[in-house]
Structure formats: C-alpha cells, structure tokens
C-alpha cells in the first residue's frame, strides 16, 4: 500500500463530506446527542478511521499506536489559504497607506551636494583634438626571445627545403 499524503487525506476528506453532503448525512442545523451515535461519522482507511464531526464539520484521521487511539484533524486546506489571503490585503492596504502619505526619505538635508566625487580619480586634461594613447614597449629581454624563436624557424626551414632539395635532385 502506498502511505497517505496530506493532499491524499485532503481528497478522502473532501470525497467523503460531498457524498455524505449528497446523501443527506451531514445536516448542520440538527444536533444529534453524543450517546445516540449521530456527532461522529466514521469511515474505515488503511491507515486507521475516517472522522466527520457532523456538528462543525472537522474531518479528522484517526490510527491506533502504542497507548491507543489518536485522532488528529486534517488541516483544513481553505480554511489556511483564506487567512494567508486577508493577511496580504491587509499588508497591500498598508503600503498603499503609506505611498499616499508620500515619499519620506531618511537623512533628508536641503544642502546642495559638492559637485565633484573626492573618491573619483582626476582625468588628465587633454587639449580638443589631441588624444594620446600610451603602449607600453616590450623590453629588450622580450625583442631578444622573440629575434631567437624566429631564428630557429628561419633555420629550420631552410633546413627542410635543403632536404627536399636534395631527395628531388636524387630522384632524377
């Protein structure tokens, strides 16, 4: 058997209220005595009993552990959602409160801010027209690596030509 979700346990209880609203089970003006079997309906699941307080509507699971029988209401899923609802108007008519009340800014002065940014670092002042570019140079070690690496591969290909040169001339 698989074990029971709280959205398995939700659909029993709401399965099991509309076929007892259906059948005329559930009636809410009557108040049946507690010792005429009439309060409680119960329903058999695998996972113990099914209960519907037919006087206020509380649907409850109920299974036997160690020292007896526990019942436990199913959380009522509408009931959770309304609330949440009524909060978040209640906070929406709070912040529309306090936009029409209008902007209030902390720390608020009526100085004029200095015009330049201390943090910012000065540009260098460069005359229209002229722009100048800097590139820095590579160092003599850098000109000296790069003249041997070419060096070598002018070498080496001369090298090869040579060969070829020499393997055509024997071929004829």
């Known amino acids: 058997m698989r074990p029971v979700t709280s959205s398995t346990t939700s659909w029993l ?3 099991f209220a509309a076929a007892m609203t259906v059948s005329g089970g559930i009636v809410a003006a009557q108040s049946a005595p507690d010792g005429e079997n009439g309060r409680y309906s119960m329903t058999p699941i695998p996972e113990g009993v099914l209960r519907l307080d037919t006087r206020t509507g509380t649907v409850s699971t109920c299974s036997k552990n160690g020292a007896g029988w526990a019942c436990y209401a199913v959380p009522d899923e509408r009931t959770a959602l ?4 009524g909060r978040l108007q209640a906070e929406v008519e709070k912040l529309k409160g306090q936009l029409a009340a209008g902007p209030t800014v902390a720390g608020k002065i009526d100085e004029a801010l200095p015009k330049s940014d201390p943090l910012k670092k000065a540009e260098p002042k460069v005359a229209e027209g002229e722009r100048k570019i800097e590139i820095p140079l590579p160092s003599d070690q850098d000109v000296d690596r790069v003249m041997s ?3 070598k591969a002018w070498r080496r ?10 393997d055509v001339s024997r071929k004829i």
């Open 13 to 15: 209880a709401a399965a």
């Open 82 to 85: 309304d609330a949440e609802i």
């Open 149 to 151: 690496f070419l060096e």
């Open 157 to 166: 290909l001369i090298d090869m030509a040579n060969r070829v040169q020499k």
